[in-house]
């Protein structure tokens, strides 16, 4: 069975360029979770999703930052204009709910970073 | 909500020698908890939970971990320890009965000397 896949696996842009990680969750899971790892906040939940919708944005940082689930199969988190502070990895990951509760598996993750 | 508190940052220790890392839990209930551990340039892998039942769970790479209510504690164990465990461990909380949103600690970083 695939894990869940991110792409690009490493991203460098200049500052004010958008960007948009991609995520493939894994097939019949129905959270997707977004998080930012940095050394010095640790790892953030920027929002989740349950069944495509968005449940809870309170951890994305800015209105610069913005995530979709147009389908069951894929999600994006854009940032634009992007700059040097969001230089971090992110992490997407994926779960199922319910009785047969599957705990999270994590993608390899994107690793941003903006000059 | 719940929080989790790992207490060390950095864990050192010899190869083959045995290792316990710390966690700590606040949750007005028995919660979930998990043990994660991130490889260099990888995402977090699942090592084991505990959802109810025996506190004392096995996990994978030869992981266990002891849930001790009355210490809110949920220590990972590892009795020899090799290179290859280098890694960072995340300890996570979730409250039981199906939130599904995990809280994770600050992680410890683990070193592994020859």
């Known amino acids: 069975d695939a894990g869940v896949i991110q792409s690009p696996r490493h991203e460098v842009t200049e500052m004010g360029q958008e960007v948009t990680l991609r995520c493939k969750p894994i097939?019949?899971?129905?959270?997707l979770f977004w998080y930012r790892q940095t050394m010095m906040r640790g790892l953030e939940l920027l929002i989740y999703?349950?069944?495509?919708?968005?449940?809870?944005d309170s951890g994305m940082p800015e209105d610069r930052f913005s995530a979709k689930m147009p389908n069951a199969s894929f999600s994006t988190l854009k940032i634009q204009p992007s700059e040097p502070r969001d230089s971090a990895v992110y992490f997407c990951?994926?779960?199922?709910?319910?009785?047969?509760?599957?705990?999270?598996?994590f993608g390899d993750g994107t690793r941003l970073s903006i000059l | 909500a719940q929080s989790v508190t790992q207490p060390d940052i950095h864990i050192t220790v010899s190869e083959g020698a045995s290792l316990e890392l710390r966690c700590n839990y606040s949750?007005?209930?028995?919660?979930?908890l998990f043990w994660y551990v991130q490889s260099p340039g990888q995402g977090l892998q699942l090592l084991l939970k505990?959802?109810?039942?025996?506190?004392l769970v096995q996990g994978i790479k030869g992981f266990e971990a002891e849930f001790k209510r009355s210490q809110s504690s949920f220590n990972l164990r590892k009795p020899s320890v090799h290179w290859s465990d280098a890694a960072e461990y995340f300890c996570?909380?979730?409250?039981?009965?199906?939130?599904?949103?995990?809280?994770f600690g600050r992680g410890t970083s683990l070193i592994v000397h020859p």
């Open positions: 990951a994926s779960s199922l709910g319910g009785p047969s509760y599957q705990p999270q598996h």
């Open positions: 999703f349950n069944n495509n919708v968005p449940i809870d």
């Open positions: 949750y007005g209930a028995t919660p979930y």
């Open positions: 996570a909380v979730e409250a039981s009965g199906g939130s599904y949103i995990p809280t």
């Open positions: 097939s019949g899971h129905d959270y």
């Open positions: 505990y959802f109810s039942g025996d506190t």
